[in-house]
Nanobody, 126 residues
Framework: QVQLVESGGGLVQAGGSLRLSCAAS????????MGWFRQAPGKEREFVTA????????VYADSVKGRFTISRDNAKNTVYLQMNSLKPEDTAVYYC???????????????????WGQGTQVTVSS
């Protein structure tokens, strides 16, 4: 198991930036693909981005591509989500996710991830 704790959410004006962090524990000598989902009020959770263990493989939802960047620091067991040019439609609870992997893989289906953080609220004002 891996436990995930998100931080960095908050209120930002449209066009602004935020950086989310996700600290993982309980994964010594393990490799994980990690990523982010988000859920807006009244909507289903949607995939945002994911990154492979090596960091060489990433995938982004079309809605955030070019604006968001995922990165990871395995020495710190931390994954980051840099969010630029934020839009009101980015308002959501953002969840950090992780899955054990034996390849340098990236996943993007909700069912592929078996570890979830509790979420951090991101609110973008007009």
């Amino acid at each position: 198991q891996v436990q995930l704790v998100e931080s960095g959410g908050g209120l930002v004006q449209a066009g602004g930036s935020l950086r989310l962090s996700c600290a993982a524990s309980g994964r010594t000598f393990s490799t994980y693909v990690m990523g982010w989902f988000r859920q807006a009020p009244g909507k289903e959770r949607e995939f945002v981005t994911a990154i492979s263990w090596s960091g060489s493989n990433t995938v982004y939802a079309d809605s955030v591509k070019g604006r968001f960047t995922i990165s990871r620091d395995n020495a710190k067991n931390t994954v980051y989500l840099q969010m630029n040019s934020l839009k009101p439609e980015d308002t959501a609870v953002y969840y950090c996710v992780a899955a054990r992997t034996y390849y340098d893989s990236v996943y993007q289906n909700e069912a592929d991830f078996n570890s979830w953080g509790q979420g951090t609220q991101v609110t973008v004002s007009s």
